[in-house]
């Protein structure tokens, strides 16, 4: 077994043994799926422009960035807080690959809770599948790259476990305000939506939710994501210590 | 020949000079301590071994390698347990050996590992469950477990009750009889007397002294000092005219005698030969940390004046 599978096995372990990351990454978008559902917001409002693939990719869209602004970074800062990563370079194995391994099991988190709200839209709420499939993956994957490379940011910058989780909520709220959560559609004061387009959490909701649809993401919103992820990324890669 | 040679180390961090200029020797299968108050510059010292820091002047072998820029080769051969370093709470204990049993080409095994450091039974404990002497002896394995030529130890018993304290000096002296050459840093005293063949004293990022733990106590302090009663009255003069007695004073019904070399097989022979028992004996000789304090406050007058 490689040393990257063998450490991502143990971290994998980790990640579920920890409640607080386990919940937050599963039970946070099916809760939000069954509350919402169940009082109808998963029909959609054409009045208000809000689309019925609204709740699916808000709860898909939460659980990514949950794991990307709070758990990843919260993980990575405690590791170099308590010297695990200091104890790690002293052996034949690059702290990198925690870094890595860290990546990939949150990835993999993201992957299962956006699976299990795809199920439940499907399967329970009756609002079917994304009609473009190939536009909605494309999303889900910049969406995620753009949310993960600003979660490596938060733990390049964070000195602590705590201050990394205090960051991450710091960046999690307005990341939400922006997204439209509370004010979907036109519901969204008209001087925030410029930031919905380009915002992160906004611009993939958007996308995720045109793919949805049926249509192809915005390109405003797609090169968004992009340029987050390679600003955010290079950064984070520049600033990080592993001690 | 020697496995880890160190000359002329000096390291800063910004204005603050944390070694100044530190040299020493370590033998091959040697305990060899690193012993100062906090602050001497013991650690940064060691982590320039183990290739965390690279020096600013200086050099450092390490089996024939450059911390720096052998570091790949070094970190199979070097084992390190490092000062306030933790896994993540959740890990197990033989998920952890098991871990960085990996990570080496030829690594120990695990079983026997945790067998060897009285870890079998808590192998699916979690870390954040282990007390200290747990972590610790945890710490040891994870240091071992590439089978290194060299460990280096931090600090390792700070912070543990005085039973794990012994425990753990038990398994150093173990580990050494498996081989393997171990750096100890320590500012504890007794710790260094107990384990340690030689020692490099450091102060102010400097060695002070370098010698074994006796060999140390010898240069400050040739005297001893026997107390006892005697079990019926004795002229003074008896004792204060033998030949390695230099003084006898009384306190109450004790005799005090102070002298060098074989003072306690003088003293107690000539007091049989005038059938007087010596009661309540006690010897008191200089410890190691008399001979830090008479060493590092000498070495500060000598920079005063």
């Known amino acids: 077994m490689s040393t990257l ?11 579920l043994r920890d409640t607080t990351s386990a919940v937050m990454a599963f039970a946070l978008p099916v809760g939000l799926m069954v509350v919402f559902g169940s009082i109808g917001l998963g029909e959609g409002d054409t009045e208000q422009n809000i689309s019925g693939a609204f709740l699916p990719v808000m709860a898909l869209a939460l659980s990514v960035a949950i794991l990307a602004f709070s758990v990843l970074p919260t993980v990575l800062a405690t590791y170099r807080e308590k010297g695990i990563l200091r104890r790690l370079s002293t052996t034949p194995v690059h702290p990198g690959n925690v870094l890595a ?89 008209s001087w925030a939506r410029p930031v919905r387009d380009v915002s992160p959490l906004g611009a993939g909701m958007e996308a995720l939710q045109k793919s949805w649809d049926g249509g192809w993401p915005d390109a405003t919103n797609l090169v968004a994501l992009v340029v987050v992820a390679a600003i955010a990324g290079t950064v984070a890669a520049k600033v990080f210590r592993w001690e | 020949m020697p496995v880890i040679e160190v000359t002329n180390l000096h390291k800063r961090y910004g204005t603050t000079v944390a070694v100044d200029d530190v040299s020493f020797t370590v033998e091959e299968g040697e305990i060899f301590g690193i012993l100062g108050p906090n602050g001497a510059g013991k650690t940064t010292t060691v982590e320039c071994i183990e290739g965390l820091r690279r020096p600013d002047s200086g050099t450092v072998t390490v089996l024939g390698l450059d911390p720096t820029s052998d570091r790949g080769q070094l970190r199979q051969v070097v084992g390190a347990q490092l000062q306030e370093s933790e896994l993540p709470e959740n890990i197990t204990v033989a998920e952890a050996i098991d871990l960085y049993a990996s990570f080496y080409p030829n690594p120990a095994d695990p079983a026997e590992l945790m067998a060897e450091l009285g870890l079998t039974e808590k192998r699916d404990t979690r870390f954040e469950k282990l007390s200290g002497g747990q972590k610790q002896r945890l710490s040891i394995a994870l240091a071992l477990v590439g089978n290194p030529k060299i460990a280096v130890l931090d600090e390792l018993t700070t912070g543990l009750d005085p039973q794990a304290r012994r425990d753990t000096w038990q398994l150093v002296e173990k580990v050494r009889a498996r081989g393997v050459t171990i750096v100890l840093v320590t500012h504890f005293m007794d710790e260094a007397e107990r384990l340690c063949d030689r020692l490099a004293l450091i102060d102010g990022g400097r060695v002070v002294a ?80 008399d001979a830090f304090v008479a060493l590092t406050g000498r070495a500060l007058d000598v920079e005063a004046a």
Do not use: C
């Open chain 1, 5 to 15: 599978t063998k450490i991502t096995t143990v971290e994998s372990k980790l990640f």
């Open chain 1, 101 to 189: 391994a860290q990546l990939l099991v949150n990835l993999a988190a993201s992957v299962v809770a956006a699976v299990a709200v795809l199920v439940l839209a499907a399967a329970a709420f009756d609002l079917g599948v994304p009609d473009n499939g190939v536009g909605f993956l494309i999303a889900f994957v910049l969406t995620a790259s753009a949310l993960f490379a600003i979660g490596l940011l938060v733990a390049a910058l964070a000195p602590t476990g705590k201050a990394a989780t205090s960051l991450g909520m710091l960046l999690f709220f307005p990341s939400m305000f922006f997204a439209g959560v509370w004010t979907p559609g036109d519901l969204m004061p």
């Open chain 2, 210 to 289: 370098i010698d074994s733990p006796a060999g140390l106590i010898g240069r400050v302090a040739s005297e001893q000092t026997l107390r006892f009663r005697p079990s019926s009255p004795l002229d003074e003069s008896v004792l204060a005219t033998l030949p390695d007695v230099t003084d006898v004073t009384r306190d109450g019904a004790h005799y005090i005698v102070t002298g060098t070399g074989n003072l306690p097989y003088t003293v107690v022979t000539t007091l049989a030969a005038h059938d007087v028992v010596a009661a309540e004996l006690r010897m008191d000789q200089a410890s190691l940390e």
